[in-house]
């Protein structure tokens, strides 16, 4: 193999990861950056589950609607939600209350 080939492919690789962390900009959006009586949430598309969640910081409950982003009806009710009481605890999933 020629030495200028190699050195061909590694200069690809670095221009394609050198693109690739400059594309990737933006901030993160984190969940604890919302004020202590707003709602904060995330919309989580993929091909496995689309999801809308919102965490309400004053009851410290993350509520789950599956199919957020389904045609059909435009009504999406609450699929389970999550008691945080505590960072790093064990949680349990529990229906949602109507």
């Known amino acids: 193999m020629k030495a200028s080939g190699w050195l061909g492919n590694c200069a690809l690789v670095l221009v394609a990861a050198a693109i690739g962390w400059w594309a990737h900009g933006g901030v993160a959006v984190h ?4 004020p202590q009586s707003e709602l904060s949430f995330q919309f989580v598309k993929s091909d496995l589950n689309n999801a809308l969640t919102v965490y309400d910081p ?15 009806s435009a009504t ?4 389970y939600m999550f008691h945080i009481n505590r960072a790093g605890a064990p949680i349990q999933r529990e229906n949602c209350k109507p």
């Open 31 to 34: 969940a604890n950056s919302a």
């Open 58 to 72: 004053g009851q410290h409950v993350l509520y789950v609607y599956q199919g957020a982003s389904a045609t059909g």
């Open 76 to 79: 999406v009710n609450c699929s």
